[in-house]
């Protein structure tokens, strides 16, 4: 990845539906060049999918982080199972310090979010979790790493 590819994804992650000619009219660039480029990063797996990102408050959603520590590391993988095959958890990060995990659950209202939780906690190897309910969200951003050098 170079200048030029960072270029591309910043274009992307502005309007992932800009069109090669589009980008490549911004970042001065023939347009087969740009779909050539945008080809490798999808082929390499950097870029991975296009999708559209919802705003849970304009549904009056309610977005939790859940802290997770296991029992032992050989609930890992049942656990990461479980959490994949739940629709309500959004995200799963595997940490570092007093927790093994971070969970961001999105769901409708304070009862689901109950619901999930005891989902979350009846997971075999679960031994202790830790919930913070979002009240709003000041900057959502998606990052793009800069080029090695």
Do not use: W
Not at 25 to 47: D, F, H, P, Q, Y
Not at 59 to 68: D, K, L, P, Q, S
Not at 117 to 146: A, F, Q, W, Y
């Amino acid at each position: 990845m170079d200048a030029v590819d960072l270029k591309i994804l910043g274009c992307l992650k502005e309007n992932a539906r800009a069109n090669a000619t589009e980008i490549g009219a911004r970042i001065s660039l023939s347009t087969s060049a740009v779909i050539e480029r945008i080809r490798k990063m999808e082929t390499s797996g950097l870029i991975r999918q296009y999708t559209i990102l919802l705003d849970p408050e304009l549904e009056n959603g309610r977005v939790a982080f859940i802290y997770v520590r296991l029992d032992h590391p050989k609930y890992y993988e049942g656990f990461v199972n479980a959490v994949n095959a739940h629709s309500a958890i959004a995200e799963c990060y595997y940490i570092a310090g007093d927790f093994d995990f971070i969970l961001k659950v999105v769901t409708v209202s304070g009862v689901s979010l109950e619901t999930v939780l005891n989902d979350i906690k009846s997971i075999h190897g679960v031994s202790l979790t830790r919930t913070n309910v979002v009240l709003s969200n000041n900057k959502r951003e998606v990052c793009i790493l800069p080029a090695e050098s």
